[in-house]
């Protein structure tokens, strides 16, 4: 998975912060899907109600869960771009737009397989992906390495499959696609995630942790 949008977005200082911001997460989601645009040609259309619906409703549930942030910070930031993707697959706010001639002079056949299969999941998963790296490496220095995976287009028919029978799923496959184990019995529980069970066998309970 090509990270499009990577260079542009790190350029923001303070990426954590200004993405809890609803101006900040609508401006780099746009950028984002211009980005691919610019890309591989294939126009968006974005739904800018559903945009601030999915950003409200991401924030009650991080806020309601951010003290797993103090057991295992890096593996925190993985579940709450998780929680991002599983709003935006779930309310989809974006279609393509088949009104406009494409853009970009890419030819067909140089569209990646899982861009040209699900062009929406793509940009709902590639400003997640960007998202993560860019916040690991202010925060932790180096950004985590991609899985094979990403780019296999039979993980992408099964990723598009089953998350929209359960959009939870996609927390799953963001950890997939991230080398980390998933947690396909509740994806969206911290609580059930592999690091987070780690911390919890040697730190207090996050109720006992005060809240960031």
Same mark, same amino acid.
Request: charged share 25%.
């Given at each position: 998975?090509?990270?499009?949008?990577?260079?542009?977005?790190?350029?923001?200082?303070?990426?954590?912060?200004?993405?809890?911001?609803?101006?900040?997460?609508?401006?780099?989601?746009?950028?984002?899907?211009r980005?691919?645009?610019?890309?591989y040609?294939?126009?968006?259309?974005?739904?800018?109600?559903?945009?601030?619906?999915?950003?409200?409703?991401?924030?009650?549930?991080?806020?309601?869960?951010? =003290?797993? /942030?103090? @057991?295992?910070?890096?593996? *925190?930031?993985v579940?709450? &771009?998780?929680? #991002?993707?599983?709003?935006?697959? $779930?309310?989809?706010?974006?279609?393509?737009?088949?009104?406009?001639?494409?853009?970009?002079?890419?030819?067909?056949?140089?569209?990646?397989?899982i861009?040209?299969?699900?062009p929406?999941?793509?940009v709902?998963?590639?400003?997640?992906?960007? =998202?993560? /790296?860019? @916040?690991?490496?202010?925060? *932790?220095?180096?950004?985590? &390495?991609?899985? #094979?995976?990403?780019?296999?287009l $039979?993980?992408?028919?099964?990723?598009?499959?089953?998350?929209?029978?359960?959009?939870s799923?996609?927390?799953?496959?963001?950890?997939?696609?991230?080398?980390?184990?998933?947690?396909?019995?509740?994806?969206?529980?911290?609580?059930?995630?592999?690091?987070?069970?780690?911390?919890?066998?040697?730190?207090?309970?996050?109720?006992?942790?005060?809240r960031?």
């Open positions: 998975m090509d990270l499009i949008f990577k260079n542009e977005l790190a350029l923001v200082p303070d990426l954590r912060h200004r993405l809890r911001q609803l101006r900040w997460f609508r401006t780099t989601f746009r950028n984002s899907a980005a691919i645009t610019a890309r040609g294939i126009r968006f259309d974005i739904d800018e109600k559903k945009l601030t619906r999915i950003f409200l409703d991401w924030v009650e549930i991080v806020n309601a869960q951010k =003290s797993y /942030a103090q @057991l295992d910070r890096a593996d *925190f930031i579940y709450a &771009a998780g929680l #991002a993707l599983k709003e935006l697959i $779930r309310q989809a706010p974006v279609r393509i737009d088949d009104a406009r001639p494409p853009e970009a002079s890419t030819p067909a056949q140089a569209i990646p397989d861009v040209r299969f699900w929406e999941g793509f709902y998963t590639n400003f997640c992906v960007c =998202s993560i /790296a860019v @916040l690991f490496e202010q925060e *932790f220095g180096e950004a985590p &390495a991609l899985d #094979a995976c990403a780019d296999d $039979r993980t992408w028919w099964s990723y598009k499959e089953n998350t929209a029978e359960m959009p799923y996609a927390v799953a496959y963001l950890d997939r696609f991230l080398g980390a184990e998933p947690n396909w019995l509740a994806p969206d529980l911290p609580e059930g995630r592999s690091a987070m069970q780690r911390a919890l066998q040697a730190s207090p309970r996050p109720e006992a942790i005060g960031d």
